[in-house]
């Protein structure tokens, strides 16, 4: 429905839907503290950023704004290295999409020149 054309009037409530259900679930995840829960909700997570990671730079600015604060806390936890591999590429697009860092390659050709 999200991506749905012909649904394009309904887009924003579905965003708004979408944001507030995708929180509740993250301040979830903060809230456990049964290390095997947490495990039990990696596969959850990382499907939800690699999803987010993949729609358009408006989109995924919405969504980084709503969910930026839990993220930085989801960091205090021991993360496996797939969840942290993704949560590193969810902050470096973070860094291009609000114009605060440079993509790694425009990077390297400045330190080139």
């Not at 993250?26 to 990671?53: G, I, M, Q």
């Not at 729609?55 to 930026?68: E, G, L, N, Q, T």
Request: charged share 30%; proline share 3%.
């Amino acid at each position: 429905m999200y991506m749905d054309e012909s649904r394009k009037d309904a887009w924003e409530e579905v965003q708004r839907r979408l944001l507030n259900v995708c929180r509740e679930a993250l301040s979830y995840f903060l809230t456990l503290t049964s290390e095997s829960h947490r495990e039990a909700w990696t596969s959850l997570l990382l499907l939800f950023l690699t999803k987010v990671l993949k729609i358009s730079d408006d989109r995924f600015k919405a969504h980084a704004s709503f969910y930026y604060p839990l993220l930085c806390e989801i960091m205090q936890f021991e993360l496996i290295p797939e969840l942290r591999a993704v949560l590193r590429r969810f902050f470096l697009r973070i860094g291009v999409v609000f114009q605060i860092s440079q993509p790694a390659d425009q990077e390297e050709d400045v330190a080139k020149q």
